[in-house]
């Protein structure tokens, strides 16, 4: 059993629906018709490209590939990730990179290779999916636990200095900010995890019924999914934290508000 | 000696505050530092505790501060700031806090102390169960001292500690503050507004920012 085909004649009659939206912005006179028009046609070719690719991706098995493909979907979402904080520091998107890298990998890797039983390790149908989702929601808990580090260092600057001066470390003294981040990154998923299934339907779920997968089939793939993402977004935000923590607060027990940059 | 300043300087931006800043502190010392504002006083200061760069030479005991583990310096040279945003909770746990620091493993917080010294500072004994959101400027400044007093430290980089409070607590403060040294191995630096205070608290005195 499988999808039903969508024809080029059906995609363009879909994309029709796009009239809605704009006869909505120019009746109420909203001004977005420009951007309606070039997120339709960006979404189209960014889809339609992500398609070829994996289907090359997938004819050629090739490890490497697969594993370039995973580092430049890495790249990206650590981008995305450090573009987010209000403030940030010059190394951010850096250590965005490698909290990401680090915990998206561990752990995608752990559930093909431990859970799943995936032949051959990297079989791209599983590895890429698996490790887009993980890495979409590690950016997100990434750049929220980092923006409420920043945020709370420069509210709690009086207080946190106010504790290094009677001789708390730097770790003493930025805990109470650290675990406040920590949990602003983890809220999301957190949030998604108790609605799951209730209030939406995640996307893997539905696509594998709509591809012809049993329900209870599903089901258990999104459940491990879910595990998974949890964790990587935890130890995503928890290393991010860390490296912020060590670039604001120098080995002297000072903290260094002035490495800060506002986003221009 | 206790504490010994080597040729310091501060530049904020392409702005020199101070240069060639030297002077020495011993057991007993009250240093009064005085300068018109924007002379950089709380940098100063600042600085020897530690909590900004500091270009020059400062030493705690012989040792150069770059030397000392920063927590075990700054629990026995102390700043305290004119005015600082306590964790939510009550007074009594803004004051118990700093005992749960590695720092101060060897101390144990009491009651009684917090009691005596906040009575003894001009304040009623019972604002420990005060919540820090709803003290005043001056409230929190006792807090402040008293918090500092209560780690025992050997230094004391006072930064307009008295400027929100009433003249008469103000004066008690500064009684405490001068009992305080000469209880014990001790010396404080002191920056304030008030010149009759400069003339009470200090035993020497220090200009800055005097060159422009």
Known sequence: MNAVPISNLQLALAAGLLLVSLAMSLWLRLGLGKDILIAGVRMVVQLLLVGLILGWVFTLQNPWLVLGIGLVMTFLAAQAASRRPKRFYPKLLLDSFVSILVSSFLLSGLVLNGVLFVQPWYAPQYLVPILGMVLGNSLTGVSLSVDRFIANLDSGRGQIEGMLAVGATRREAALPALREALRAGMIPTLNSMAVMGIVSLPGMMTGQILAGASPESAVRYQIVIMFVIAASTAMGCLLSLEFAFRRIFDGQHRLRLERLRARS | ?212
């Not at chain 2, 501060?65 to 310096?73: I, L, R």
């Not at chain 2, 307009?160 to 191995?185: C, F, H, K, Q, Y």
């Open chain 2, 1 to 212: 000696m206790l504490l010994k300043v080597v040729d310091a300087s501060r530049r904020v931006g392409d702005r020199t505050l101070w240069t060639e800043l030297s002077f020495d502190l011993a057991a007993g010392d009250r240093l009064v530092v005085a300068g018109a504002s924007g002379t950089g006083k709380s940098l100063l200061l600042r600085g020897i505790a530690g909590l900004d760069e500091f270009d020059g030479g400062c030493e705690f005991r012989g040792r150069p501060q770059a030397e000392w583990p920063m927590p075990q310096y700054r629990a026995q040279v102390m700043y305290v700031p004119q005015t600082a945003a306590l964790a939510s909770g009550s007074v009594a746990d803004a004051l118990q806090a700093p005992f749960a620091l590695a720092v101060h493993a060897d101390r144990e917080y009491s009651t009684d102390a917090a009691e005596n010294l906040l009575a003894v500072l001009g304040r009623d004994p019972a604002m420990l169960a005060a919540e820090t959101e709803n003290l005043s400027g001056g409230e929190l400044q006792s807090v402040l001292l008293a918090r500092a007093l209560m780690l025992d430290p050997t230094v004391l980089l006072l930064d307009e500690v008295t400027s929100a409070l009433d003249a008469a607590v103000a004066r008690r403060a500064e009684e405490v503050l001068i009992d305080w040294v000469d209880a014990g191995e001790r010396a404080l630096i002191w920056v304030g507004h008030d010149a009759g205070g400069r003339e009470r608290m200090g035993t020497a005195s220090l200009t800055i920012g005097a060159q422009r």
